[in-house]
């Protein structure tokens, strides 16, 4: 298996701009998550699914912020309107029901200017 | 919040052990301790998790007491491709309980 896998791995947009950010996640993983990773405060669970449900979008930071979940292979983050503060490098993980570990993607640095 | 308390940094000799102690005095029976780690630029690596027994695999071993208020991650023979920050975790299980919230971990750093 190749993986969770995101895409694009760099992105850099102008503020007010839409962005939206893709993971695959490892095939037969029912939960995928998206994280945000900063400096200043470090992995911040955004939201989770199960089964392409969305289960817990309490950490999305504003309506800004939407995530989908189509079908089993494919998620997306979509920010609209970018702004500046939104600059963070995105992970997207999976995993599989029980106490099994996240398998997390390389991740999407984000750039907004 | 985090129910996990770390150092901040630390450092090893190549080719010691490494032993990185992690303190959870609040978890609960149902709770396992997992450890993950990141190596810079890259997404979290998971490295191991346990109950209450020692747990051993081809990275690491996992040493947590009997009373499970804390742990230790040994990684026998380290390299200079384990410096990163290593991250322990307590992580319930089902619904959002069995979410990784992620603290500040230790910043391990393998000196030749």
């Known amino acids: 298996d190749a993986g969770v896998i995101q895409s694009p791995r760099h992105e850099v947009t102008e503020m007010g701009q839409e962005v939206t950010l893709r993971c695959k996640p490892i095939?037969?993983?029912?939960?995928l998550f998206w994280y945000r990773q900063t400096m200043m405060r470090g992995l911040e669970l955004l939201i989770y699914?199960?089964?392409?449900?969305?289960?817990?979008d309490s950490g999305m930071p504003e309506d800004r912020f939407s995530a989908k979940m189509p079908n089993a292979s494919f998620s997306t983050l979509k920010i609209q309107p970018s702004e500046p503060r939104d600059s963070a490098v995105y992970f997207c993980?999976?995993?599989?029901?029980?106490?099994?570990?996240?398998?997390f993607g390389s991740g999407t640095r984000l750039t907004v200017v | 919040d985090a129910k996990t308390t770390q150092p901040p940094s630390m450092d090893c000799a190549e080719g010691r052990a490494a032993n990185l102690p992690c303190n959870h005095s609040?978890?609960?029976?149902?709770?396992?301790v997992y450890w993950y780690r990141q190596i810079h630029s890259q997404g979290p690596q998971y490295i191991i998790h346990g109950l209450k027994n020692n747990e051993t695999n081809e990275m690491a071993s996992l040493i947590i007491t009997e009373d499970r208020k804390s742990s230790t991650l040994i990684l026998p023979h380290a390299t200079l491709r384990d410096t990163a920050v290593y991250y322990c975790i307590v992580r319930g299980y089902g619904g959002s309980q069995g979410n990784l919230i992620f603290g500040k971990g230790t910043k391990l750093s393998v000196k030749p």
């Open positions: 095939s037969g993983h029912d939960y």
């Open positions: 609040t978890i609960s029976g149902n709770e396992y």
């Open positions: 993980a999976s995993s599989s029901s029980g106490t099994g570990g996240y398998t």
């Open positions: 699914f199960n089964n392409n449900v969305p289960i817990d």
